[in-house]
């Protein structure tokens, strides 16, 4: 799951980001467990969930026109693009409409929506990239390109590891959207100058600290968040 240092990208392969691949290195049997427990877990999940993911689908086409699902290129481990799966909660084409960050009572969000985004039901799908490996249960969430441009060197170690479904800044920053609404047409400045740094130091935390039983605790506190609403 971790590659040798010397097959990193060439912009991965500096000291800021070195610090943190010395520490996964040493725990490549949690990474073992974390892949192993991603797959299967996601597959029993999928299947679990599929008489609701029906309903989820049927819901968004009677409440909108356009699509169920939503894909957009985010960037995972190495740099990788991909196409992230999320249920649509938004209007067709908002991308177009406004800014890449949702705010609090953002108009794009539709009534369906709304409801699937507190509580997080919009992610289903994602089992599907959990499955194919382009992510992990547990991570930092994947970035669209143009923000991933925006890191630091030392933010560059996030990607040593898949992009996940939710992590302990999703916990702490679950009011994102609220946080962002009081920007005014500030959004994406304070996104990129207060809300991405503060998510990343927990980011960054978590590889410090990484160990398969501790991103078990991250997964049971984040159902815990969304029961709570």
């Known amino acids: 799951m971790l590659k040798a240092w010397d097959k990193l990208p060439v912009w991965m392969q500096i000291p800021e980001v070195k610090e943190y691949y010395d520490i996964l290195a040493k725990r490549k049997i949690s990474l073992a467990f974390k892949r192993g427990f991603d797959f299967f877990a996601a597959i029993i999940l999928l299947i679990f969930f599929i008489p609701v993911m029906c309903a989820i689908a049927i819901a968004i086409v009677f409440d909108s026109p356009g699509g169920i699902f939503y894909r957009q290129v ?20 908002a991308d177009q409409l406004g800014s890449q960050v949702t705010v609090g009572q953002d108009n794009r969000v539709t009534k369906v929506g709304k409801v699937l985004r507190k509580y997080r039901l919009d992610e289903l799908p994602q089992l599907f990239d959990v ?70 130091k927990y980011n ?26």
């Open 131 to 200: 499955i194919s490996g382009a992510m992990s249960f547990v991570g930092t969430r994947p970035k669209v390109p143009r923000y991933v441009k925006k890191y630091t060197r030392e933010m560059r170690a996030t990607l040593l590891l898949p992009a996940g479904i939710t992590s302990e800044a999703s916990i702490y920053y679950k009011d994102e959207a609220g946080t962002l609404g009081a920007a005014g047409e500030n959004v994406e400045e304070v996104y990129i100058k207060k809300v991405l740094p503060g998510k990343m």
């Open 74 to 93: 985010r960037v995972t481990a190495y740099g990788r693009r991909f196409r992230i799966h999320k249920f649509r909660t938004m209007v067709q084409n």
């Open 204 to 229: 960054l935390e978590g590889i410090r600290k990484f160990g398969f039983l501790r991103e078990i605790w991250v997964m049971i506190r984040t159902i815990g968040a969304v029961v709570r609403g």
